[in-house]
Nanobody
């Protein structure tokens, strides 16, 4: 079992930055790949970023490449999402997820929400024009 708690969301103007953080508790954190997804009202959940168990590989959704950066600290059991050059279309609820217990695959394997077992409650990000 893994419990995930996101923080760091808020309201920001277009062009601004935010840093989301996700803190894990429970099972051994470094056995899991970690991901960030987002969902806006009326839209499907969208892949944002994934990072492999040791942080060696990272993958990003096309809409955030070059603007967002995912990172993890296995000692602190945290995963972060640094978001720069934010756009109004980035407005959504952002979810942290853990998956692939003991699989030790690269991040590109974890771009689908079906690959994740545990989810946080999410944190809201709103970007004003």
């Amino acid at each position: 079992q893994v419990q995930l708690v996101e923080s760091g969301g808020g309201l920001v103007q277009a062009g601004g930055s935010l840093r989301l953080s996700c803190t894990a508790s429970g099972d051994t954190f470094n056995r899991y790949a970690m991901g960030w997804f987002r969902q806006a009202p009326g839209k499907e959940r969208e892949f944002v970023a994934a990072i492999s168990w040791a942080g060696a590989t990272k993958s990003y959704g096309d809409s955030v490449k070059g603007r967002f950066t995912i990172s993890r600290d296995n000692l602190k059991k945290t995963v972060a999402l640094e978001m720069n050059s934010l756009k109004p279309e980035d407005t959504a609820r952002y979810y942290c997820a853990a998956g692939g217990n003991g699989e030790y695959r690269g991040s590109s394997y974890y771009t689908s929400d079906l690959k994740y077992t545990y989810w946080g409650q999410g944190t809201q990000v709103t970007v004003s024009p």
